[in-house]
């Protein structure tokens, strides 16, 4: 994956994450795009509001640990990729996910960047916050796409 320009343009901290997924990619696919579902599998989100699902244009609230985060789907390649940025407390961030066939299953690979003044003040300290954050996202995604019922093909 080569990174968003949009992801490095501010960034004060990147994380880049992978991971195989052992499920069908509509399963894979329907999970990460239905929003109001997401505190199903991601309960570390905290109360999701907005658009249902991630289609371009779409708002979206996530309230993970009292954090009011204010996001924007700014493009969606169906079956392929998603791209938003969000906005809390002085922070900007900006999530990239590509989805792409493997020998073993779908290839999950995600980069987020975090830029503001809050970051620039603890970089280290946001580094490891969002590094944790981004491996739970991907653990949990693959622990519920790999216990879900197969899709019909």
Same mark, same amino acid.
């Given at each position: #994956? ?6 490095? !343009?501010? !960034? =004060? ?6 991971? =195989?997924?052992? !499920? &069908?990619? %509509?399963?894979?696919? @329907? ?20 658009? &249902?699902?991630? =289609?371009? +244009?779409?708002?979206? +609230?996530?309230? &993970? ?6 996001? %924007?789907?700014?493009?969606? $390649? *169906? #079956? ?19 989805? @792409?066939?493997?020998?073993? +299953? ?11 003044? *809050? =970051?620039?003040?603890?970089?280290? +300290? #946001? ?14 995604? $693959?622990? !519920?796409?790999?216990?879900? &019922?197969?899709?019909?093909?």
């Amino acid at each position: #994956m080569t990174p968003h320009r949009d992801a490095e !343009a501010d !960034a =004060v901290v990147l994380a880049r994450r992978r991971i =195989v997924i052992r !499920a &069908p990619l %509509t399963t894979i696919w @329907r999970l990460h795009t239905d929003v109001a579902r997401w505190q199903d599998w991601h309960p570390e989100l905290g109360t999701v509001s907005g658009a &249902p699902l991630l =289609v371009e +244009g779409a708002s979206f +609230g996530l309230r &993970p640990q009292g954090l009011d985060i204010a996001s %924007t789907v700014l493009d969606v $390649k *169906p #079956m392929r990729q998603t791209r938003w940025t969000g906005h809390v407390d002085g922070i900007t961030g900006t999530h990239l996910w590509v989805f @792409r066939s493997h020998e073993r +299953g779908v290839l999950v690979d995600t980069l987020v960047s975090w830029g503001g003044d *809050p =970051v620039r003040a603890d970089v280290e +300290g #946001m580094q490891e916050l969002l590094d944790a954050s981004l491996l739970t996202w991907l653990n949990r995604l $693959k622990a !519920a796409a790999e216990d879900c &019922p197969l899709d019909p093909v």
